[in-house]
């Protein structure tokens, strides 16, 4: 622990947060100064997410360099799994010992439970997020082929770097069953999630996909939602199929339709997940827990 000179304020350490790599050596430096531990959130990859977003390739190149020697200069690095340690260890050449697992938790304010608002009408499955290529969109309107004489609706929340194709892609297979509202606003998307039957995560065999635990499926579990995702190690660590979340092979549609179909015939099942997703949520992903662990990791 170290004290501001001049004032009363102690200090543990200075986290710096993610997509900042360039502030990293001043983070550096008065972290120095002050002898506290400077904690950096790798959550997200600055360099891959540049990848992701179709940037051009020395840009990526110069990002890949930039992060690969300033993440040397953290004391720690926070990670939502530990498929991400193993994944960002090989990656930038670091010991796995600099990296804190720290799961994804949700913003407590706009994320819980809203059991007082009556579902929708129609079955309802919701998506939210920034359409990237590892999130699997692609798969959900697989999903959404399959199932498009069925009485059900796919609304999509949200923009991104594939968003336009994926509309263009719904436009030219007539999916009158999905449904893209764009970027709405917090209460908007809010009233989506609780009038809505269940959230999806994401469907796409890629490394990143496979690692993650992703936003979508912390922020609805917290708000005591049904879960469909894709089955992977990292889901595993925390959940259990049919019980606090209901699974699908990766980047498969028919996978993912059947998993619907069966929620939609068999409601016992939603409130089942409901519950299940929801504790687990209150055991390892509220902010508590959070602030546990960080305690534990770097100051125990």
Same mark, same amino acid.
């Given at each position: 622990?170290?004290?501001? *000179?001049?004032?009363?304020?102690?200090?543990?350490?200075?986290?710096?947060?993610?997509? +900042?790599?360039? !502030?990293?050596?001043?983070?550096?430096?008065?972290?120095?100064r002050l002898d506290c531990r400077l904690v950096y959130d790798l959550f997200v990859s600055l360099y891959r997410t540049a990848e992701l977003r179709d940037v051009h390739?020395?840009?990526?190149?110069? !990002?890949? !360099?930039?992060?690969?020697?300033?993440?040397?200069l953290p004391d720690?690095?926070?990670?939502?799994?530990?498929?991400f340690i193993d994944l960002y260890s090989e990656m930038y050449g670091l010991p796995k010992e600099r990296f804190v697992r720290l799961p994804p938790g949700a913003d407590e304010d706009w994320f819980y439970p809203r059991e007082e608002v009556d579902k929708r009408d129609t079955f309802t499955i919701l998506y939210w997020g920034n359409f990237l290529p590892h999130h699997g969109v692609g798969t959900?309107?697989?999903?959404?082929?399959?199932?498009?004489?069925?009485?059900?609706?796919?609304?999509?929340?949200?923009?991104?770097p594939e968003q336009e194709r994926y509309q263009q892609m719904a436009n030219e297979l007539a999916l009158s069953n999905v449904r893209f509202e764009g970027f709405v606003s917090r209460e908007k998307q809010q009233e989506w999630i609780a009038s809505s039957h269940v959230c999806l995560g994401i469907f796409a065999?890629?490394? *990143?996909?496979?690692?993650?635990?992703? +936003?979508?499926?912390s922020e609805a579990v917290a708000s005591k939602k049904a879960v469909v995702t894709e089955q992977s190690p990292a889901i595993d660590k925390w959940f259990k199929h049919g019980e606090s979340i209901y699974t699908v092979p990766p980047d +498969?549609?028919?996978?993912?339709?059947?998993?619907?179909?069966? !929620?939609?015939t068999e409601r016992d099942r939603i409130e089942r997940l409901e519950a299940g997703g929801y504790r687990v949520y209150q055991q390892e992903f509220d902010v508590t827990s959070i602030g546990e662990i960080l305690e534990d990791q770097l100051f125990s």
């Open positions: 622990m170290c004290e501001i *000179r001049g004032s009363n304020v102690e200090i543990d350490a200075l986290v710096l947060t993610k997509f +900042n790599p360039l !502030l990293l050596p001043t983070a550096a430096y008065y972290a120095w390739p020395s840009i990526v190149r110069g !990002l890949a !360099l930039l992060e690969g020697m300033v993440l040397r720690d690095l926070l990670v939502g799994t530990d498929q959900i309107l697989g999903a959404a082929v399959e199932l498009r004489k069925k009485p059900y609706e796919f609304v999509f929340l949200g923009s991104g065999d890629d490394p *990143r996909s496979l690692a993650s635990i992703t +936003n979508k499926v +498969n549609p028919v996978g993912l339709a059947d998993a619907i179909q069966t !929620l939609a």
